[in-house]
């Protein structure tokens, strides 16, 4: 179950909030503060999947677990955000700055039981009108994923129908493919 702070609050408030990096992360907006809920076990086997795939099948781009990205207003923590290399700002030593202050390139959710799915689009809509490429909404329960994109009507995948994945990207990956991530016994 998600967790909402009652009292409206600026956004440079909440990131200073002590809980802020507590663990479910917590997210911003329209002045709330809203934790969200604990991943359960399949959620992660699909999120490590997922991230293994996609780290595998770029050099241009990587793909983070939990990336807070704040900018024009909010503050959200996709499950997976994928990022070209080249966008990440380096410090002097090098090194990637600790804030990103933008939309990820691909925002990928993969919703809990106790989520609300209309939170979660709308947080995809929000990368989506601030130079976000594609979104993915995963969901478990119905093997499923609803395609988002620029310009386009959503798409929904499933069974053995190629998923709408970022031109850039070498993957070829059906939503059933996905999916059987989660039958234990196959590979």
């Known amino acids: 179950m998600s967790v909402a702070l009652t009292q409206k609050i600026p956004l440079d408030e909440f990131l200073r909030l002590p809980y802020l990096d507590d663990s479910p992360a917590w997210e911003y907006a329209n002045g709330v503060a809203i934790q969200k809920p604990m991943p359960k076990l399949r959620h992660s086997i699909l999120q490590k999947r ?8 770029s050099d241009n781009y990587t793909a983070l677990p939990e990336l807070r990205c704040t900018f024009a207003g909010r503050s959200i923590v996709p499950d997976i955000s994928v990022i070209a290399w080249n966008r990440i700002q380096v410090n002097d030593t090098g090194e990637p700055e600790d804030n990103f202050v933008e939309a990820p390139d ?4 993969i919703l809990s039981p106790d989520q609300k799915v209309t939170r979660v689009i709308d947080n995809i809509l929000h990368c989506l009108h601030h130079g976000c490429c594609l979104g993915w909404l995963v969901d478990p329960h119905d093997y499923s994923i609803l395609t988002f994109a620029p310009q386009q009507e959503p ?4 069974g053995e129908v190629q998923v709408l994945i970022l031109p850039e990207i070498n993957l070829q990956i059906t939503a ?12």
């Open 50 to 57: 997922l991230l293994i795939a996609l780290d595998n099948s």
């Open 176 to 187: 059933a493919q996905i999916f059987n991530w989660l039958k234990l016994n196959q590979s």
């Open 106 to 109: 691909w925002t990928i959710e």
């Open 155 to 158: 798409n929904i995948y499933r």
